[in-house]
């Protein structure tokens, strides 16, 4: 994917939404969503090559693959939760937006529980050796 390719469909895909909404409110607000889908379609392909890179990544740092499997989710859930908050706001929809938002600081937060716990576990074992 080319950078040419994302800015000439954002740009079309702009002037047609905004076009379309002097016209009519809802197919202008179609056309946006419509843009914004077929730009995370153009997005897909490229998550492939950046998870491979990043399992390659862990494989040298010989980092747990629940480490790295964990911090993909959470970025994943980072790219959704503005995603979908942008397109409530685009929507007019601010109220649901935040909500969103909330919603994807908890699961990201769940996600990454189990990593804060061992990571408790070994501070705690730490201090308790030098303290002892």
Same mark, same amino acid.
């Given at each position: 994917m080319d950078? %040419? +390719?994302?800015?000439? %469909?954002?740009? %079309? &895909?702009?002037?047609?939404?905004v076009t379309l909404s002097r016209i009519n409110g809802t197919h202008g607000l179609?056309?946006? =969503?419509?843009?914004?889908? =077929?730009?995370?379609?153009?997005?897909?392909? +490229?998550?492939e090559e950046l998870g491979g890179f990043l399992r390659e990544l862990a494989g040298e740092g010989s980092l747990s693959a629940a480490y790295t499997g964990r911090a993909i989710r959470v970025l994943g859930?980072?790219?959704?939760?503005?995603? &979908?908050?942008?397109?409530?706001?685009?929507?007019g929809q601010?109220?649901?937006?935040?909500? %969103?938002?909330?919603?994807?600081?908890?699961?990201?937060?769940?996600?990454m529980l189990p990593a804060l716990?061992?990571?408790?576990?070994?501070t705690r074992t730490v201090l308790g050796e030098l303290s002892g």
């Open positions: 950078m %040419v +390719q994302v800015l000439g %469909v954002g740009v %079309v &895909g702009t002037l047609l939404a179609l056309v946006g =969503l419509a843009t914004g889908c =077929l730009l995370l379609v153009m997005l897909l392909g +490229q998550t859930l980072a790219c959704l939760t503005e995603a &979908g908050s942008r397109i409530c706001r685009d929507g601010g109220n649901i937006a935040l909500k %969103v938002e909330l919603c994807g600081r908890v699961l990201m937060l769940c996600a716990r061992e990571l408790l576990e070994v």
